[in-house]
């Protein structure tokens, strides 16, 4: 009899449990509500959710241990996604260095920074959710899945921003060089997001019963909204100027010719550089065991050569130690049409791929040759031979006899930027044009009679420019590939620069976000003026709604939960005992 009475009681009881949930699903039909915990929490269920009392934490003490995590992961995975799409100007050195060590070309750059995106969209959702379900005055618990891609997306961007850093730490001087671009524009998102933040710090401020409470919401964020309008005033960008200083568009310099449109440094290349009205070329020059100057940047010929499938036996064998007459038998051109070395190059017509199939090994006479007959500034790499070759202690007597009696260019169309052996290089061709690979003071430059120097584009600098510009030695950066880095070159001052992408950087007609002081000033105070308004609005509203909430709990009783809840709580109450 016993057994049945307690068997009875647990029925009752379930069935209590049931009334109560259709109660509360049927009061609190909030779909909105439902949807940002069902993502968060996969809590859809009204009576799975609880609102944050006024005056009480936003959630329990484990998941206020967690939230900075979710923070943190967002900042970690922000600044890596900012870094690695600024790095897209040097995509092609990380692929080649990969190449380098595993031995297959693949686009490593696209595929990083595609899971970057990816793993920051989702963590930036995270964080939104999170943002409006505290709006709303609900509690926050992220399940346990979420927790897991949390950290997933911090270990990633943290492990990431590390082997970026020890390997190719020049990236974050980049990332500098870009703020001069992006810093009006990002100040005004900052903004945006603290106008946006405004609503959950308004609300939880408001509802705290403690002035020590409201101090600690709203002093931080306080702080760093004066320190976002602050910003602007020690903000220098080139490309915030008066009218009529910009100086003339910098020369382009072919790197390897055009090597998103045909092989690099091969006669296709060269040729569709002054196609598409190049100023100059570069490239790099290695002399062959037979004393032939030819063009090929990589010390051996796998990457840019089928010489895997003529001589399997000699792909690291250094492409100095090879024959004339052997390095002719190769093709350079078929890789180009197989890797597709470069993301977003498009795809070639068919006479270009043509083309591109039957290019061969270039000799530098035949390209200075070019350069002579269409007019090009030519600067190139000279590289020494190796240990044991002919012309070890030779390359450079060789290399001159080529330019001086061989190709008949004039001297003045020659960059000279070999360092080695300048004085004799100076005696032997006075006309060529002495360009230094470095900085250097001014006196010492012009003591070696340098006229310009080429330098890589991480060591960009406006004043440096202009000093060296009243020496007369004019500047070329290197290799400046994407339009904001040209723009940026082209507001500093920069005389040229060598650039994969002639064809693209050609259709430019002004610097991107060129803009007068005047302009920025009104775009500065009027992105100030109206975040505080409406923050000062936003900050009203809850106000008025509290204080409201107020007068009717005074007039009504306590009044925590919203009106349909309260109606559910009477009629619950209502309901007849069922457990004494």
């Not at 996604?81 to 995509?91: G, T």
């Not at 943290?158 to 524009?185: N, R």
């Not at 002579?372 to 044991?388: A, H, T």
């Not at 105070?525 to 409406?534: A, C, G, H, P, R």
């Amino acid at each position: 009899m016993e057994a049945s009475s307690t068997s009875l009681k647990t029925l009752k009881f379930g069935k209590l449990k049931v009334v109560r949930r259709r109660l509360l699903q049927r009061y609190e039909h909030e779909p909105f509500i439902s949807c940002l915990a069902g993502f968060y929490s996969c809590r859809w269920k009204r009576y799975q959710r609880r609102r944050t009392e006024p005056g009480k934490c936003c959630c329990k003490m484990k998941e206020c241990v967690f939230f900075p995590l979710l923070v943190g992961a967002f900042c970690f995975s922000l600044v890596f996604l900012y870094m690695w799409c600024e790095a897209k100007n040097d995509y092609n050195n990380f692929d080649w260095y990969n190449y380098g060590n595993l031995g297959f070309w693949f686009l490593w750059s696209l595929v990083l920074l595609i899971v970057a995106a990816i793993l920051f969209m989702y963590i930036t959702l995270l964080l939104v959710l999170a943002m409006c379900l505290l709006a709303e005055g609900q509690q926050l618990y992220l399940h346990w899945s979420h927790k897991v891609g949390t950290f997933l997306v911090l270990g990633f961007s943290i492990t990431s921003l590390f082997i970026v850093s020890i390997l190719w730490g020049d990236q974050w001087k980049t990332v500098l060089l870009s703020f001069q671009i992006t810093a009006p524009y990002l100040h005004i998102g900052a903004i945006a997001i603290m106008v946006l933040l405004s609503w959950p710090v308004a609300l939880h401020a408001i509802r705290a019963d403690k002035k020590v409470v409201q101090v600690i919401i709203v002093g931080p964020y306080l702080a760093l909204l004066l320190f976002l309008f602050l910003i602007p005033l020690g903000m220098y960008s080139p490309c915030i100027r008066e009218m009529g200083t910009l100086g003339p568009k910098p020369a382009l310099i072919g790197h390897r010719g055009v090597p998103m449109l045909a092989p690099e440094n091969t006669e296709m290349s060269f040729q569709k550089t002054i196609e598409h009205g190049g100023d100059g070329l570069e490239t790099d020059v290695t002399i062959s065991y037979d004393g032939v100057p030819f063009l090929m940047h990589d010390s051996t010929l796998r990457r840019t050569t089928n010489i895997k499938e003529v001589y399997p036996n000699d792909t690291a064998q250094n492409a100095a130690l090879f024959s004339w007459d052997t390095l002719q038998e190769l093709n350079a051109g078929t890789w180009f049409l197989k890797d597709k070395p470069f993301s977003g190059m498009g795809s070639l017509s068919r006479a270009d791929q043509n083309q591109a199939m039957n290019q061969s090994i270039y000799k530098l006479s035949h390209f200075l040759r070019l350069a002579e007959s269409q007019n090009k500034l030519v600067i190139f790499d000279l590289y020494r031979p190796p240990e044991n070759h002919p012309y070890r202690n030779s390359w450079i007597n060789r290399t001159l006899e080529v330019i001086l009696n061989e190709s008949g260019i004039r001297p003045h169309l020659v960059l000279w930027l070999e360092n080695t052996m300048r004085s004799f290089v100076q005696s032997v061709a006075p006309g060529f044009q002495q360009t230094m690979g470095s900085k250097a003071p001014v006196e010492e430059l012009l003591l070696d009679n340098i006229v310009k120097l080429n330098l890589a584009y991480t060591e960009m600098s406006s004043e440096d420019i202009r000093r060296y510009a009243e020496a007369n030695i004019t500047t070329n950066f290197y290799v400046v590939n994407e339009p904001w880095l040209f723009s940026l070159a082209w507001c500093s001052g920069a005389h040229s620069v060598t650039t994969n992408a002639v064809h693209t950087l050609k259709n430019l007609s002004q610097p991107l976000f060129l803009m007068t002081p005047q302009q920025y000033n009104i775009m500065w105070i009027l992105t100030d003026v109206t975040s505080v308004l409406l923050i000062s609005l936003i900050f009203a509203l809850h106000w008025w709604r509290e204080r409201s909430f107020s007068c009717c709990a005074q007039d009504g009783g306590p009044m925590v939960e919203s009106g349909t809840y309260n109606k559910f709580r009477r009629e619950l109450s209502d309901m007849p005992v069922v457990i004494t």
